[in-house]
């Protein structure tokens, strides 16, 4: 009956599982890309199914792919603005009414989804008007970044797992053999996550017994990750892939809060002496306080409802203590308020310093900035209304960044209710951008160029390998490039399908 129940939640969870990838006009180096490509795909199941999205989108006018990313998609850019593509409104459009419809309450996976593609949404999401952030716990969402997943697998038995990086080509090379190729379409990308949780989860039930659904299932509760973190201690899978010691001391108080760690090296302090206290000290001496994102969380508990895991057993043989020894240096640390302010105060200026300073709302999102309660009901009354009210709507938004973007809108959908002076002014401003080197909001002609130049360079050195078609899908988009700069208004005429 166990047995029977055990396979019913393992197939609930594969019924709710749903992979998602994007593909994008550049990465780092461009931070307001735009989509080209946008999948959602249910587990097992083909590509046509109505649960089911894979869209190709084309780009605003004034907006290129990188060169690195025209390589990486290997299209040409006729086909990346094709007629048949979606407008990049009508697909945001489409992808938010998708996910209120058929995603709510689903298990979201992906390769990098937490750095990358989830950020990105927001991104575009905001520049189309939408409020950011689709999947909240208020949804019942939850997501599964299969980076993690493989730093755990190899924390678990790296001897087993042994991957160089944590890149999904690596991965799915490691599983399949090196003749296996990333296609990088969007589509494709979740099958091959699909593909990687199917074969980590059979090698670890092999090598060691463990259930990785069950492991991903568990901490899809937030009850039970919650649970974790009121644990003695927990251990987190590094970017090496090697557990790493984890004394939570704080809660996280909401969705988008974070988690205060300490984090220490077991064999840097000295066990001796049987002194809970002295331990203390010493882990407040040399560990550096850091935090850990509520939605990021992936750890191993080394003791659970006072039964101690495999994994915990490991951590604690080499050391010349009992569970409730180390339980009494955890008790020290958490009861000591001032250390734990301290090193709130630590990670608050360590987050400040790392983020760029943001005074004002401008229209180029950066994920975490906020500024979008005060708009969020005028964005949807945006939408609603017809585009001559649309115009008048703009004014009110109290934020400016809000306004910009909501002008982009009427300039890209709706010029015609702009005046020929509102019309040129927009007109200029978005082909200053583009050829502006200094620019860095948008893939502008100065950066392609440096592409350019460094691919050129790379391949001299014999670090990259061009195709015959790779070339000429560079020639073809070197052609683009000085055709916009020749002649922008060519491009505005024919920015429904170049």
């Known amino acids: 009956m166990e047995l029977n129940s055990k396979s019913s939640k393992i197939q609930s969870f594969y019924d709710d599982l749903f992979g998602f990838d994007t593909e994008t006009t550049g990465l780092d180096k461009f931070p307001d890309t735009r989509p080209t490509g946008v999948a959602f795909l249910k587990y097992n199941s083909d590509f046509k199914n109505y649960l089911n999205l894979d869209i190709s989108i084309r780009l605003p006018f004034g907006h290129f792919p990188s060169p690195g990313s025209m390589i990486v998609q290997d299209k040409f850019y006729s086909q990346i603005n094709s007629k048949d593509n979606l407008e990049f ?3 945001m459009a489409k992808v938010k009414n998708f996910i209120s419809s058929k995603l709510r309450g689903k298990i979201i996976c992906g390769h990098n989804i937490n750095g990358f593609d989830t950020k990105q949404l927001n991104v575009w999401f905001n520049k189309a008007l939408y409020d950011p952030y689709p999947f909240q716990k208020k949804f019942g969402n939850y997501l599964i970044d299969t980076i993690p997943v493989a730093r755990f697998a190899k924390a678990i038995s790296g001897d087993h797992f042994k991957f160089q990086n944590f890149r999904l080509e690596t991965l799915m090379k490691f599983f399949l053999g090196e003749s296996y190729t990333q296609l990088h379409g969007a589509p494709e990308d979740v099958k091959d996550v699909f593909t990687l949780i199917e074969f980590t989860d059979k090698k670890l039930r092999l090598l060691k017994g463990k259930n990785l659904v069950e492991i991903l299932q568990w901490y899809s509760s937030e009850i039970n990750r919650k649970n974790v973190f009121s644990n ?3 251990l987190k899978p590094n970017n090496k892939g090697v557990f790493e010691s984890v004394i939570p001391l704080s809660d996280c108080k909401s969705w988008k809060g974070y988690k205060i760690v300490i984090p220490f090296h077991k064999d840097k302090i000295d066990w001796s002496g049987n002194d809970a206290e002295a331990v ?9 306080p850091s935090s850990i994102s509520s939605k990021k969380e992936f750890v191993y508990p080394v003791d659970m409802q006072d039964k101690m895991s495999d994994i915990g057993e490991n951590f604690l043989n080499k050391l010349p203590i009992t569970v409730q020894y180390l339980r009494s240096v955890v008790k020290l640390l958490r009861e000591d308020r001032e250390f734990i302010n301290q090193c709130q105060i630590s990670v608050d200026e360590s987050r400040r310093k790392s983020k760029k300073p943001v005074s004002d709302y401008e229209g180029h999102y950066r994920d975490g900035d906020g500024f979008f309660d005060k708009d969020s009901d005028r964005m949807k009354f945006f939408h609603q209304a017809i585009p001559e ?9 109290e934020n400016k960044g809000i306004r910009k973007n909501a002008k982009l809108f009427l300039f890209n959908k709706h010029p015609e209710v702009l005046s020929q002076a509102e019309w040129d002014c927009m007109f200029e401003e978005i082909r200053d951008e583009f050829l502006d080197d200094k620019n860095t909001s948008r893939v502008t002609y100065a950066s392609c160029y440096e592409e350019f130049d460094q691919i050129k360079q790379d391949v001299k050195n014999g670090k990259r390998v061009l195709s015959d078609r790779q070339r000429d899908i ?3 988009y070197k052609v683009r490039l000085e055709a916009f700069k020749a002649n922008p208004k060519r491009f505005w005429e024919q920015r429904h399908g170049y």
Not at 389 to 397: A, D, G, H, L, V
């Open 89 to 91: 409104y009508d697909a």
């Open 232 to 234: 003695s201690l927990i």
């Open 280 to 288: 203390a000290n010493q882990i407040k001496s040399i560990s550096s």
């Open 474 to 476: 560079l020639d073809d």
């Open 389 to 397: 009210k649309k115009r008048e709507i703009i004014q009110s938004f």
